[in-house]
């Protein structure tokens, strides 16, 4: 990591932020949705004017080197990025930060934090580039079992440590930066290929503790396929699992600490497999006169075996609210890209399964279409949105969006269902209409992963309340639907109550007695995934 | 399953085996290899010459209507179908005969035989078809901790439950066998489209339970990546984990159970994704001076994003053997298939990625070059070889097969190792040049699958320990060369001392945890994956 440090509260480092032109845009849809000129704003108190308790525990001299209690990092520390963590930093609630940050160098000082946490009861939170937007990273101890909390962030393990050009592998520290992993393998003519909405601002070990879902739409695009071996430190010690392109020899090791988030051990180091830097792309923009009709289009190109890079559909409202359309149709950004061969053949096929469906393409140089165009925009407001949370939440608005995915004979069904409940509970909560819009993040041949996105007009004093029970009604249908409750953001703490719905007893009885042999202490984020 | 029952001794039902024109084409190879007329050949005992022990446990009234203890079902369920188990058959040893085979009809049954295991402390072996090459259905008991052995024969769950022909998935039960579950698919118009060589006489629970591989060489052709969802019958219950294309919600529990070797539950039903029967097809049969030669066009096949249904190199030893070439040249068996779109420009770019690396196409008519030429007829040696292991080995024959999974970068230095340290375990052992010979079944981008042949001269009286000296020194240099002890086989009892090498000890550690909360009595399947 280079440059400023990360913003205390909000988005990306400190000096960051949507442009003035960005945030007219963004607010002049909040004000057209909900017909007010001005939002009802409060002040968001500075670093200095927060009040923290005394650090409960004081690193040992051997550890002070790379431990900290000061206030900016204990700060920095407390939240992720979920709606919930911008209401408690807004209103000062710091409550939950971790007594001591640590910045572990190496294993055997990720293991000696560990040691240390054990003897003096701490819990430990594993941290990497904090963009949790599920509670994932909030230390939170009960004072009983765990009498302090430790945060252990491994931003100096950042080191691409060698690269196999010929397996197209390489092994990665796990507190490798998005930007810092790829400016690494660049050299080299390699990619991770990688790029979940948080790339800039997390970290490989923490894609690989949370399943991260990439950028792409299709095939090899969740972090879990690009792993091909991990080294995990736990509280009894350090495992490697063997580097191998396949494997028939047992229940694989990996897939056990891939989604484990946090709670077994801390990802140190991987394997990953790369990807040859695209030198061919093609992409279009496809027009349909509604949302269910593009997804139509979408299931016809998975289960066609063409494997796009981008197969993303934005619904009409969606579509509008980004200024990639006039939200009269439901847009498609479709692409595919390689580093081997020209892709006429396949995009051919895949606007052939569009026009099945009522799709029209956009005209477009296809070349650089994903750049253009409806594609284009969109692309451009996806990753800039998040930095929009930080004014939008002392504005009084609730704006959040979940995931899930679903098999495609109930994903219509999902859908009204998911935007009904929600809708309602929106009006319920805040007592205005509000807007819940869908698109798609990535296809399987036998389901998609939906993604909504809602918005609110809250009341300042009850916007966690309103929050709370919009996610609630949210995850209910989502649950009840047949959804899972989470596609690629994570369990973290925000999800855990319907987690526990979608996980078989067993599975988590299972889980619960790998986690007495590798964290016996029961040390490890503590009330994540597993009651202890 | 139909027709006649199951050899008890030798592959596939009784009355079927090689035609005497296919056994002399098999010996004739041997013959030549050894350079002998005749080899000394002993008789393999009948059924009514075994003696088994006396059942040690008979089965309540209550669970008498679906158990057994007759000889044949007992003698039938004692072994796999391993080298070492055809011999030890063939010297009538069947120590290791369950005393009570039980054919449960449904999960209540399967639980009720689980009630009653642990109530007489019998242990417990689910039972597919039978057809591991690796000792994995072998009941081993101690005769202390485990008084007794019940194996589960999961045949009569048999019956596709339900198709979704939308998501093109469907609900399959565990005992159900390959034919019966594509005859049972075809009026849907789909097919699993998992072909192991043993695909007519195992499950779809063995598939799973074992992580099968199936004939086609890339994308997706691991069982892991069909299941969509499981049902497993543990000794503490059943758990069912949710229908879902993709999920990012902890670790995933399907995971845990694809691989488990009937060490944590018995695989009652799964959702399994599906594809649509393949309308279009493009193959080809091409021609390389030397095996690495293939090799490198392997990689470079695999590194382009083209996904090959079948992308197998044979050397020219292995191609010789099997009749599909004259043993001067190297051979790829190439092939394309799709459901949906013709192929000619995946062909093309292949056959290119072939020429770069002096790859020369047989000529033959595209649509049906699959079943001609070179690639026609190792296909079909590759189905009617297991016929030949019952009479090879009275003829006091070894032959074997092992494969291992391994990074391109090392693949050379593995190959040339284990081919060098078997062939000379075969000489140490038998005082009698044998052969070595390697072909891939499936590529990665990061790497092959090499699958190794090996032929040797053995003397009747000393067999077992022959075959295990070649098996040692063959595994110790996959081990010690960084490959896995297997990749599509499964661990069983032969391979577990290089799992125990391979397979992180803290991993163990895990498993065992896990299974202490769903085999709490250690009944299943005990000794196999991690002790008790």
């Known amino acids: 990591m280079t440059g400023a440090r990360l913003k205390h509260y909000g988005w990306g480092r400190e000096g960051e932020g949507m442009s003035a032109e960005e945030r007219k845009f963004v607010l002049g849809r909040y004000r057209a949705k ?3 000129d001005e939002f009802d704003t409060i002040a968001v108190p500075g670093l200095d004017d927060l009040s923290l308790r005394e650090p409960r525990v004081a690193p040992p001299a051997s550890l002070a080197p790379f431990c900290t209690t000061d206030r900016y990092d204990r700060a920095a520390h407390t939240y992720g990025k979920s709606y919930p963590d911008y209401v408690r930093a807004m209103l000062g609630d710091y409550n939950c930060a971790p007594d001591v940050v640590a910045y572990p160098r190496n294993e055997a000082e990720i293991s000696a934090v560990m040691d240390w946490s054990g003897a003096v009861g701490a819990s430990l939170t594993p941290f990497g580039g904090g963009s949790s937007v599920c509670g994932g990273v909030e230390p939170r101890v009960d004072g009983i079992k765990h009498k302090a909390a430790v945060t252990l962030d491994l931003r100096n393990l950042s080191k691409v440590v060698e690269v ?9 520290e796990g507190g490798t930066y998005g930007p810092s992993l790829e400016n690494q393998l660049k050299p080299h003519g390699f990619t991770l290929r990688h790029f979940p909405q948080s790339f800039e601002f997390s970290t490989l070990g923490g894609w690989i503790a949370t399943r991260s879902g990439g ?5 090899h695009t969740h972090i879990d396929d690009f792993v091909e071996s991990l080294r995990v430190v736990t509280p009894v010690g350090v495992l490697e699992t063997r580097r191998l392109p396949g494997s028939g020899a047992g229940p694989s090791p990996d897939r056990l600490f891939i989604g484990s988030e946090g709670t077994l051990g801390v990802i140190s180091r991987a394997w990953m497999r790369l990807q040859p830097r695209p030198s061919f792309r093609a992409g279009a923009s496809v027009r349909f006169p509604s949302f269910f009709d593009a997804a139509r289009a979408v299931r016809a ?5 063409l494997y796009p890079s981008n197969c993303r559909i934005l619904d009409p409202q969606e579509a509008f609210n980004t200024g990639a359309a006039d939200g009269s149709a439901a847009i498609m950004v479709l692409a595919f890209e390689s580093g081997d061969h020209p892709l006429d053949t396949w995009m051919a096929r895949a606007l052939e399964c569009c026009a099945d469906h009522c799709g029209t393409p956009e005209p477009a140089k296809a070349s650089d279409a994903h750049l253009q165009g409806a594609a284009g925009i969109w692309r451009n407001a996806f990753i800039r949105m998040p930095y929009a949370r930080e004014f939008l939440t002392p504005a009084g608005l609730i704006n959040d969006t979940f995931e899930t995915a679903i098999t495609w004979d109930q994903f219509e069904n999902l859908h009204d269902k998911v935007k009904a409940a929600t809708e309602r509970a929106i009006l ?10 869908c698109r798609f993040t990535h296809i399987y041949p ?7 996105s809602f918005h609110a007009l809250g009341r300042h004093g009850a916007l966690l309340e309103q929050w709370q029970a919009i996610k609630n009604a949210a995850s209910d249908a989502l649950i009840g639907a047949g959804g899972t409750i989470t596609h690629h953001h994570a369990v973290g703490r925000d999800h855990r109550p319907w987690y526990d719905q979608q996980r078989p007893l067993l599975f988590a009885a299972a889980l619960r007695g790998a986690k007495r042999e590798l964290d ?3 040390m490890l984020n503590p009330g994540v995934l597993i009651d202890p």
């Open 215 to 219: 950028h792409f739409a299709s095939l």
């Open 164 to 172: 196999d050009p010929v397996s197209r592998a390489a092994s990665i």
């Open 34 to 36: 909900f017909a007010t």
């Open 446 to 452: 036998d389901g998609p992963a939906p993604y909504f």
């Open 428 to 437: 319920d909560a805040t007592g205005v209409k509000g807007e819940v819009t």
């Open 520 to 522: 016996p202490q029961g």
């Open 301 to 305: 190109v998975a289960q066609a075996g």
